[in-house]
């Protein structure tokens, strides 16, 4: 937003510079971006009066212009605008005058002798249009500078307003502002009535959607005429980057920057009965708006109609049909409060975006809409004539109330961290606009109606800050727990460092998959894999869902690989996948590897070995073991996309940690790694919850272990993990190792039996274990193996 610094003198009286008070804005808050000074560079242009427009002999779109300076100097420039007529006043830079961005000198164009030039608004730096000549007041007088013509000796303040800050959209707000820094009175500009007729407004309104429109005011002015708008109020306009069009036109856009409310006005004549309708657009119906484009409107945009049609999109813009023209007589004012959300919304969905939709979707001023009204009409009655009706039309069904806040004057000193007397915060807050009431603890502060960004307590102490400067408050170290990584940060960056330090790479696959990624795997249909969140709007075929499982993109990563001559693959993913829940789905942190392609290369000593179940295994009880992990036990398991018989599930605690294995032939070929490979796929979750508190040392033993060997038979269908475990149970506790060092199948043991060999540690840590404790724990082991895995000894 740019604001004259001339004009907001008027509406309160400072004595500070520019700079100061652009300062003092700053720092309370509301940014200056820029300092603009535009008649500092406009040297020696003058306002003149076209007394001739002729053809270019050379040129079809080029003009031979005669101004008049005065009576007794004329001068010819060669101009390619079209946009002004004979009389009207125009700013000429004559030969050695300058602009912001060059020095004027006589040029000779396509064979005519140019005396100067004809400026535009942009080429003046007071606006943003380069289309044609900036066509001057009817006022402006023959030979005068145009900097004081235009009012360019000023100071423009250049904001950013932020969304939560609508009152700064208007000179009014931001006089506010600098009252309230200052401790200025602000001046409220007159709106006191202009003499109206004696008959009652003929204007009806029926506002059939109060939520969109809580209040709608209209004034209807009879009997004006219609014209240039006076110097004084062109420059402001321009100034501010509007181009003048009317005096009618012109008195609402300037009304909108002195009070930041948006204000409309409609031809009285194209109002059918002078009813306005505030109604949702119909389907399908559609309107032409100022722009010349016609719109298709959606049921959710609010209009403003007449019983006949529509009129205007209510807050963004008005329509081509009941736009003031040079023909208007009567006119209907409009200054309404539309609801922030519809005007937002009607914004976006027709991309069109204006002064008085930027204003109304961040929230106006519910009680600004008689006073604008008001005020626009004096004005207009001052500028064009014309009578206003003997009152306003003010439909409001369901007024809207200010809020009331509490605060603790003790809480602002406790949260900024200094001492701001009651009084003074009273003070501070009444400066700006609010209503306070003094209690015994708290102050009870009633927001403006131009303030709905002031929701709690905190915005109270947020607009205290602002006025005791932000400049002004201590320094201190907030209170807190001190940073750093938690548990299960700590457990993730130790688990990484540990499988890279086990020689294997990490990998970063895409979270996006398809069926055809299942359907490799040969994972049948009941199986959790194929339970997938949905994308709505995929990319491709094969980024219909949310992965899973990380097999798929791990797989096609190490096939990769190997057709790019890496021998060997190691790798592993930390990442999360995806399982729907009716709501928000399930995101389980899980720990993929795959390995396959050799494992050793091959050297001039001995062959190169691949990748096997056993070899994958130790790296991966290394990991367990480092990362904290009690006794696991490995289950056999089978089921696609495993290994008929070599694939175990792996459970620690009763808890089911993953699966590691050897994939089908079948998966792999699929997935181009002929090969083979060994993946394994662990829930981070409980290995993480694994994770001991606190490392705890053990005393290194001071007696010697004994050793005992211990050879079984058992059926086929007995898993070794299982005898393992009845031994480490039975043998517990003066067994601390065991160990499975022979597996036997032959003609010494049954044909549906296997032999199996253990070797076990014995120690106890208060002397030295001595033959009958180890028979005891002998006697015990056998006695459970027989038991619970009907197990025969060999010795």
């Excluded at 083979?676 to 993480?688: H, R, S």
Aim: proline share 6%; charged share 25%.
């Amino acid at each position: 937003m740019r604001v004259s610094f001339n004009w907001l003198r008027e509406l309160v009286p400072v004595e500070e510079t520019p700079s100061k008070v652009a300062e003092l804005l700053t720092l309370s808050g509301t940014k200056v971006e820029a300092i603009h000074r535009p008649g500092e560079s406009i040297n020696g242009v003058i306002v003149a009066e076209v007394i001739d427009i002729g053809e270019h002999p050379n040129a079809d779109n080029l003009s031979l212009v005669e101004v008049r300076i005065n009576d007794a100097d004329t001068r010819r420039v060669v101009c390619g605008a079209r946009n002004f007529a004979v009389g009207d006043h125009v700013a000429l830079a004559p030969v050695g005058s300058t602009l912001p961005e060059m020095a004027v000198s006589e040029r000779r164009i396509r064979g005519a002798i140019s005396q100067g030039m004809l400026c535009s608004g942009a080429e003046l730096g007071v606006s943003k249009d380069h289309s044609g000549i900036l066509v001057l007041p009817p006022d402006s007088a023959e030979g005068e500078d145009v900097v004081t013509a235009l009012g360019l000796d000023d100071t423009i303040l250049e904001f950013e307003i932020t969304f939560n800050r609508p009152d700064c959209l208007g000179m009014i707000g931001i006089a506010r502002e600098v009252a309230a820094l200052t401790g200025t009175e602000l001046e409220m500009p007159d709106a006191a009535p202009a003499t109206p007729s004696d008959g009652a407004s003929p204007v009806d309104v029926a506002i059939l959607d109060p939520s969109g429109c809580p209040r709608y005011v209209a004034r209807y002015i009879e009997g004006l005429r219609t014209g240039p708008s006076p110097g004084w109020m062109a420059t402001r306009l321009a100034a501010a980057g509007f181009r003048p069009i009317s005096n009618v036109v012109d008195t609402t856009n300037y009304i909108l920057l002195e009070t930041g409310h948006p204000i409309h006005a409609f031809d009285a004549d194209k109002v059918t009965d002078h009813q306005i309708v505030v109604r949702r657009a119909e389907g399908g119906e559609c309107i032409t708006t100022l722009d010349g484009i016609e719109r298709t409107l959606d049921a959710a945009d609010l209009m403003i109609a007449d019983p006949s049609r529509a009129l205007a999109i209510a807050g963004v813009m008005g329509g081509a049909d009941s736009e003031v023209t040079e023909g208007t007589a009567d006119v209907i004012l409009e200054s309404a409060y539309f609801d922030p959300a519809s005007v937002g919304a009607s914004s976006r969905r027709h991309l069109l975006r204006t002064e008085a939709s930027a204003r109304f979707e961040r929230g106006a001023d519910f009680d600004a809409a008689p006073y604008a009204a008001a005020r626009a009409t004096k004005l207009i009655v001052q500028l064009a004539g014309g009578r206003p009706s003997g009152d306003m039309t003010d439909a409001y069904p369901v007024p809207l109330e200010r809020r009331s806040i509490s605060l603790a004057p003790r809480k602002t000193e406790a949260l900024l961290g200094m001492r701001i007397a009651a009084a003074r915060q009273v003070s501070y807050l009444e400066s700006l606009g609010f209503r306070v009431t003094i209690g015994d603890e708290t102050l009870a502060a009633e927001a403006p109606s131009f303030r709905p960004d002031i929701q709690r307590d905190v915005d109270l102490i947020e607009e205290v800050a602002r006025l005791a400067g932000f400049d002004g408050l201590p320094s201190t170290l907030p209170r807190g727990v001190a940073g750093g990584l938690d548990s299960r940060q700590l457990a993730e960056r130790r688990l990484r460092r540990t499988l890279a330090a086990a020689g294997m790479h990490e990998a970063w696959t895409t979270s996006w998959a398809s069926e055809r990624d299942l359907d490799a795997l040969a994972l049948p249909t009941d199986h959790p894999a194929r339970s997938v969140v949905e994308v709505a709007n995929p990319m491709s075929e094969d980024e219909r869902h949310l992965r899973t499982t990380l097999l798929p993109g791990l797989l096609r990563s190490a096939a990769h690989n190997l057709a790019h001559r890496v021998e060997g693959v190691a790798m592993f993913e930390i990442a999360r996948i995806y399982r729907p829940t009716g709501g928000l789905p399930q995101e389980p942190l899980l720990l993929s590897a795959v390995f396959c392609g050799l494992h050793r290369p091959q050297r001039w000593h001995g062959p190169g070995e691949h990748w096997s179940f056993w070899a994958a295994k130790g790296v991966l009880e290394a990991v367990l073991t480092a990362m904290g992990v009690g006794e696991t036990e490995w289950s056999k398991v089978t089921g696609m996309p495993w290994h008929p018989t070599r694939a175990a599930n792996i459970t620690a605690a009763g808890v089911t940690l993953g699966t590691m294995g050897e994939l089908h032939p079948d998966v792999c070929e699929r997935f181009k790694v002929e090969q083979g490979a060994v993946v394994a796929e662990l829930a981070l979750g409980p290995l993480v919850d694994a994770q001991p508190g606190r490392v705890k040392v053990r005393d290194l033993p001071r007696f010697p272990a004994a050793y005992m060997d211990l050879s079984v038979v058992v059926e086929e269908a007995v898993p070794a993990q299982t005898v393992e475990t009845i031994i480490r149970h039975a043998g517990a506790p003066e067994l601390v190792e065991v160990r499975m060092f022979d597996l036997y199948r032959g003609e010494q043991v049954p044909g549906d039996h296997k032999s199996l060999a253990y070797g076990l540690e014995l120690r106890v840590p208060d002397g030295t274990l001595t033959d009958t404790q180890a028979n005891q724990v002998r006697d015990r082991v056998i006695r459970a193996l027989h038991d619970q895995a009907g197990a025969e000894l060999r010795s």
